[in-house]
């Protein structure tokens, strides 16, 4: 399995655009979503509320119910990955991606999760750096997604790092959708946080647990949300590299749609 630590700066996101709209367009195998699970392993989480996390995406992807939306989404299935984060220079590619189409696929892929360990433990939380590194691995794949989603899973807000609605920013301009899990058993406001300054781009949305015990609930949720997406106009799929070019021409759409609450400040 091939791990991927923490690579491209923020202020490289240009040279990265630039790179894609430079190099021949390549041919990625087309599915209907890539998703990242960007779960939180920073020093607020504990071993045994990490293996909660961990065992409750297991067993959402073992779930009849997810693999039915799977189905559902279309012949050409997700594109899933994991990654664990913590602070400014802690994320790690820790389950590699995984082209997920039935109940077959999504056992192994549940299994991958399943056997996965802890590559962070402990740090500062360091939110815009999660999706900073998990907008570069959606950049860089083998994949193209007729939509791209960072799925956000976290008990606490940024205290080191990157700005995280700049980043969030960044990542809307390139027609990616972030949205969160907020987790309360830290800070029982945290999903305030996550809404204002967290989740973004088309058809965003933010969901809640308790704890994490009731992590295995919420994820199921999100994960069946995320798999239906929302409605989409039939539209040809553009390359990568022609995305690329375009946002530098300024010809894509640069905002926070379906959004409804402002950013603010951190």
Known sequence: MRRFSRTIGLAALGAVAWAIASAPAAANQVVELELVLAVDASSSVTSWEFDLQ???????????EVQGAIRAAGERGIAVALVQWSGRDRQVLATDWMQVYDAGSAIEFADELAATPRFVSGGSTAIGNAIEFSVNLLTFN???GLRRVI???????????IQTTQMRDAAISQGITVNGLAILNEDPSVDRYFELNVIGGSGAFLLSATDYKDFARAIKQKLLREIAGPPIAEAPLQPKATQAAER??????????GLAIPAAAE
Do not use: K
């Not at 799925?151 to 790092?161: A, F, I, K, P, Y």
């Not at 530098?248 to 749609?257: E, F, N, P, S, T």
């Open 54 to 64: 961990m065992q409750g995406l297991a067993d959402a992807f073992r779930d009849p």
């Open 142 to 144: 083998a994949y193209e």
């Open 151 to 161: 799925d956000v899973s976290g008990d606490g807000r940024t205290n080191q790092g």
């Open 248 to 257: 530098r021409a300024g010809r894509l759409a640069d905002g926070h749609d």
